[in-house]
């Protein structure tokens, strides 16, 4: 059992509250920082949160916390984990780690330095389906990995600061994107160098500096390529949807609209919250079941906290959250360059000089194979590569 300490009593910060202490969960939350009081006072009663700070180093350095996870706005989290260090407080922290990979190196060695068990809450990585594609990809369901696209969309964020780009960092690259690239890297190869990146990034709709829109292409050292779609001005909810392409098979992935679970209502009733930006109360709804445990939240604790008292290292850690800040590094660079961009990474703790497996298989002696095909008359088509020549050849049977 842990006693939590969560800094920062907004969104985020309530469904992590939720997630730990649903399903009589062991890990309470025993402190909470706010930066207002109302908002520290409110969030300690509605979660039964027996201390409450509006100074943040004192809910760090409470005697009783044990852990500590941030729930802050962005441009906070550097200041954050380095008090977490001063205290020694082992500390989980939201996602994206940094606004950029100089922050987010800076904290990784920072705690690693001084011993300090950190994790990254990395939520969507820990979604039952997402664990279950991860483990039949691991398991080689789908052969080599060539394409993993992932897309997160939704009609905004939901407070002042996320659309300032000083406080956030970015806009919907570094919200969204964050959570896109790191899928599709669990199932690329976490130990395979992301070398690459072509991106598009405009802002269409919204009075910003940001990019409220944008499509990367993530280029891997064994020839993978990663797709990351976003947008904060996609309209009809929150779009979390993954698709990974195989040499073996597929896998397509729905997380949150329309998962098989539709309402219909002509608004009768109390109405309320249905689910995460969902934009309608009427008409067809898709509701989420369990959203903690849909999002992942409950399953990312669960990690969280047995690597915590076990010793390990969870599986999302803050050095994987640094290799994401870089990858959007190097995304916002490419956007403006209009040119592939390197992935700077100054620490790469990953395998090195990975070439691109080859593509040829053998049919026999003297041909290699491309594809085979039935054709809807019952025909057998196999299509070869003369080795000799190179000349393509079709060999046909029917009936
Ligand atoms: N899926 C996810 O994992 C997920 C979802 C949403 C947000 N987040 C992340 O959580 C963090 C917080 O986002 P949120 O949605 O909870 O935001 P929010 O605005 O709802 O809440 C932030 C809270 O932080 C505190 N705060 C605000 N400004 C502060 C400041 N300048 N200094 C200190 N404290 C301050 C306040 O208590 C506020 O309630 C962000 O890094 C965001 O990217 C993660």
């Not at 200041?79 to 082992?90: D, F, G, N, S």
């Not at 067809?284 to 390990?312: C, I, R, S």
């Amino acid at each position: 059992m842990a006693k939590v300490c969560i800094l920062g009593g907004g969104f985020i910060g309530r469904f992590y509250a939720d997630s730990l202490h649903g399903q009589r969960g062991r890990d309470r939350v025993s402190t909470v920082y706010a930066r207002r009081e109302e908002t520290a006072v409110r969030f300690a009663k509605d979660y039964g949160v027996p201390h409450y700070f509006t100074n943040m180093e004192e809910a760090i350095a409470h005697p009783e916390t044990e852990a500590v996870v941030i729930g802050l706005p962005n441009h906070v989290h550097e200041e954050a984990v380095m008090l977490c260090v001063k205290h020694k407080k082992p500390v989980l922290c939201t996602k994206p780690l940094g606004r950029n990979a100089e922050e987010a190196l800076r904290m990784t060695e920072a705690c690693e330095k001084a011993g300090v068990f950190a994790g990254y809450l990395e939520d969507l990585c820990y979604t039952p389906k997402f664990l279950k594609s991860l483990d039949s990809v691991n398991r080689g369901a789908i052969g080599r990995v060539l394409w993993a696209k992932s897309r997160e969309t939704h009609p905004g964020p939901h407070s002042d600061w996320f659309w300032d780009i000083q406080k956030a960092g970015g806009g919907a690259i570094l919200d969204l994107g964050c959570h896109c690239i790191e899928i599709s890297r669990n199932f690329i190869g976490k130990d395979i160098r992301p070398v690459e990146v072509m991106c598009w990034a405009d802002t269409q709709v919204k009075p910003i500096e940001a990019e409220d829109h944008a499509i990367g292409l993530v280029k891997y050292e064994n020839g993978a390529i990663g797709q990351f779609e976003v947008s904060w001005t996609f309209r009809g909810g929150m779009d979390l949807r993954d698709e990974v392409m195989g040499t073996e098979g597929t896998i397509w992935v729905n997380s949150f609209l329309r998962t098989g679970f539709e309402v219909f209502t002509t608004g009768a009733g109390e109405g309320g919250y249905v689910a995460e930006k969902s934009e309608a109360a009427t008409g067809w709804q898709f509701p989420v079941g369990d959203e903690a445990h849909e999002l992942g939240y409950t399953n990312m604790f669960t990690d969280m906290f047995n690597a915590l008292e076990a010793g390990k290292e969870p599986a999302e850690t803050f050095y994987d959250g640094y290799v994401v800040n870089a990858i959007i590094d190097a995304a916002y660079k490419s956007a403006k360059t209009k040119l592939w961009e390197p992935v700077q990474l100054p620490v790469w703790r990953g395998k090195t000089g990975v070439t691109k497996p080859s593509v040829y298989q053998e049919y026999d002696q003297d041909h290699w194979f491309i594809k085979d095909e039935i054709l809807p008359n019952g025909d057998k088509k196999v299509i070869l590569k003369k080795k000799a020549t190179g000349e393509i050849i079709e060999v046909a049977t029917w009936k």
